[in-house]
């Protein structure tokens, strides 16, 4: 028998001999044993995996270790050092296959089982009895890489056709967009379905006519129609999620939230928007028609935040200003370990391809959201710049041939963060965006207001928009119909004499303030009183003896000569009264006949 080694490395010999009496049979530790100690072992199992145990100190291990093939210490390193262990799929995203673990020359299993072992719901760990041996002698892995783009495609191919591929900068177009959206929901423009507060497609090409465009809309009207709006839908979305903008049956008004921050620069308006949406339980998937369930909570679907925030984490992992192809950024949210389920019955999801979509489906259905997430709502709100082509000039569409036309998201090529989606991604404010030159107005006597300095906010303009005519670029002159209008909503034009008296380093001229106090005075002077009725009489006598009827007092009222007033909740009260007094209505007269 040969001799056992010297344990003097803190490894529990009776836990690894447990272990190893577990994980393997007496064949596989019978190979174990010819391979590292000769032939002439134990016949018991348990003795066996005993003096297997007692062999393998310290240093026998790292010369173990350092025999195993390269993929093996590889996914051993992962195992001891790594928070989530040695995972197969994130494995061969970081490091482009895994390990084969084949047998070796004794037709023993391979020496990487003796350093780890599969725990359920944690994956392949280090043992237990040799973590704090392994975490000596075993290296650190390597972090995951993501792999920059430096010269884009500018073209695609697909059999015998070809596409451009189109390049949007968001980043300033967002900011405009937003303002835009808002001022349309403040004006009343925006309607969506009382039942689902959905846009419908009436909508969404206004919408796209606010926002001046959206993405494939260079296509003829035959290809676009089945792809239809995105940003135009996004913006209802993200502005009702991040409570922005509520819904008041059909329409859509501005929340107070909106109005009330006039602090904040536009860019931060777009940072508050992105950390609401994140939160929400919107599920992107709802989009794209051909996967089933997420309209009904069906097939056991995870929560959209928890799949928005792993997207988030590896955002915040990837290089600002730098194209990045959307297949790469798969790869690194896997690699990097920031993977997520989205249905655990994935084959249900798709009546096409059923059973075959199991094989692959979460990790597909995965892809689709991710897509839908990056193109309709990050690149809305201006955090990513993009690249895309037709969905059927995708690269999945045009090389496998199999899983085609799954979405209008399917032409995503590239992204790039640019500086507004870094500050959003950052834990910490950027200077330029908070620290911005204070606006300043100036207020005339002709009721114009002009923007003459500084950065004006949204909600700024917002307040601007609610109570003036917007006449050009930075400038407005007040309106008495729309300030009036903007009160009986629900407005405090009080918020219209703060940002005036705030912006304009001069004092209100005297028009203004009259201005103001007349639509403060004015916007109450007539009060509703309620629906009404009005009944005609044959002749003035007779409206007369009714109006002035003691029973009639508090009924009706006499307007012109021959008619009388009745309010809607007090007409049965009156018809009644009317027959007391030996008359009646020329309705009552028509029932009875009938």
């Known amino acids: 028998m040969a001799k056992a080694g010297t344990n003097k490395n803190k490894i529990d010999v009776k836990k690894f001999a447990i272990e190893l009496d577990g994980a393997f049979n007496l064949s596989e530790l019978n190979a174990f044993y010819r391979s590292h100690l000769g032939a002439g072992g134990p016949t018991r199992k348990y003795e066996l995996a005993t003096q297997l145990a007692t062999f393998f100190t310290c240093e026998q291990l ?41 047998l070796d020359f004794k037709n023993a299993p391979s020496a990487a089982w003796l350093f780890m072992r599969y725990e359920v719901f944690r994956g392949h760990r280090a043992r237990p009895s040799l973590e704090a041996c392994l975490k000596s002698i075993v290296p650190l892995p390597q972090g995951a890489q993501i792999n920059i783009t430096r010269t884009p495609l500018r073209e695609v191919f697909k059999e015998d056709k070809a596409a451009q591929v189109e390049y949007f900068a968001r980043s300033e177009l967002a900011q405009v967009e937003l303002g835009a959206m808002l001022k349309a929901v403040q004006d009343g423009l925006i309607v969506v379905s009382e039942k689902t507060g959905l846009p419908s497609s009436d909508t969404l090409a206004k919408i796209s006519r606010i926002i001046k465009s959206d993405y494939y809309q260079w296509l003829d009207a035959a290809d676009y129609k089945p792809i239809g709006p995105m940003r135009a839908f996004a913006w209802p979305m993200l502005l009702t999620h991040a409570r922005l903008v509520v819904q008041d049956g059909k329409k859509l008004k501005v929340a107070s939230s909106a109005k009330n921050a006039k602090s904040l620069h536009d860019v931060e308006f777009l940072r508050e928007i992105w950390f609401a949406f994140i939160e929400c339980t919107f599920d992107e998937l709802s989009r794209i028609s051909s996967v089933k369930g997420p309209r009904n909570g069906r097939y056991s679907m995870s929560t959209s935040r928890i799949r928005r925030r792993a997207i988030v984490e590896t955002l915040k992992q990837c290089p600002q200003d730098a194209w990045i192809e959307f297949d790469e950024f798969i790869r690194f949210l896997r690699a990097s370990g920031n993977t997520f389920v989205v249905s655990y019955q994935p084959w249900n999801m798709y ?9 692959v489906g979460d990790q597909l ?18 955090l990513i710049d993009i690249a895309v082509v037709p969905p059927e000039f995708s690269r999945r569409n045009c090389e496998s041939g199999y899983f085609e036309n799954f979405s209008r998201y399917d032409g995503l090529l590239y992204f790039r963060i640019n500086e507004v989606g870094a500050f959003c991604l950052s834990e910490t404010a950027n200077s330029k965006f908070t620290s911005v030159d204070a606006p300043k107005l100036s207020v005339r006597p002709s009721l114009r207001i002009a923007h003459v300095e500084g950065n004006l906010s949204i909600a700024n303009k917002l307040i601007l928009d609610a109570f003036a005519e917007y006449i050009a670029d930075g400038v407005w002159d007040l309106s008495r119909a729309r300030a009036i209008a903007a009160c009986e909503a629900g407005q405090d034009i009080g918020d219209l004499h703060e940002l005036l008296t705030t912006l304009d380093e001069q004092e209100l001229p005297d028009q203004v303030e009259t201005f103001i106090s007349q639509v403060r005075s004015r916007f109450t002077a007539v009060e509703s009183a309620g629906a009404a009725e009005l009944f005609t009489c044959r002749d003035s006598a007779i409206a007369k003896e009714i109006s002035s009827h003691t029973l009639m007092k508090d009924l009706c009222s006499l307007v012109g000569e021959k008619q009388l007033v009745v309010m809607q909740n007090k007409v049965e009260k009156f018809r009644k009264t009317l027959h007391t007094i030996g008359y009646g209505s020329v309705e009552t007269v028509r029932n009875q006949r009938r």
């Open 62 to 102: 790292k010369a173990t270790f350092e025999k195993l093939e390269p993929l093996e210490k590889l996914a051993v390193s992962e195992a001891v050092h790594s928070e989530d262990g040695f995972d197969p799929e994130m494995f061969e995203a970081k490091y482009g296959m895994c390990p084969a673990f084949r």
């Open 351 to 359: 009546s096409s391809y059923g059973a075959a979509l199991g094989m």
């Open 365 to 382: 259905l995965q892809e689709l959201y991710v897509r839908a997430f990056l193109f309709e709502y990050a690149s809305t709100l201006g």
